[in-house]
């Protein structure tokens, strides 16, 4: 029987569907350091996806390690949608498809 390697971090029903198509998993539970660590790089696999795919189910994958990793760094999902929003009011948003090229002093 062929083995897979995968060595990254799944969402919490992996294994299980995994193990109902007739296979084995070994898996493990991450410490908080490692944790973390295979959050960045899950997030750059996701982000890796979304630029070759760039579909909606793409950004879902962005979004919900975004929010994983938000909470795992001890902020919550409200948090990080209100220092969005705050920066927003205060900056903008992206809405005007603005580029700036360059700025002169006066």
């Keep these: 029987m062929p083995k897979i390697t ?10 299980e ?7 084995v998993c070994v898996v ?8 973390l660590l ?10 890796t996806e979304y630029h070759k795919e760039q579909n909606i189910e793409e950004f879902a994958d962005l979004l919900e390690v975004i929010r994983a990793a938000a909470v795992a760094r001890g902020y919550t999902v409200e948090e990080l949608e209100r220092v969005r929003a705050e920066k927003a009011a205060k900056r903008g948003g992206f809405e005007t498809k603005l580029f700036l090229r360059e700025a002169v002093e006066k």
């Design 6 to 15: 995968y060595n990254k971090l799944v969402r919490d029903r992996i294994p």
């Design 17 to 23: 569907i995994i193990e109902a198509s007739g296979k």
């Design 28 to 35: 493990e539970t991450l410490d908080d350091d490692d944790y």
């Design 38 to 47: 295979a959050l960045d790089a899950k997030l750059d696999e996701e982000l």
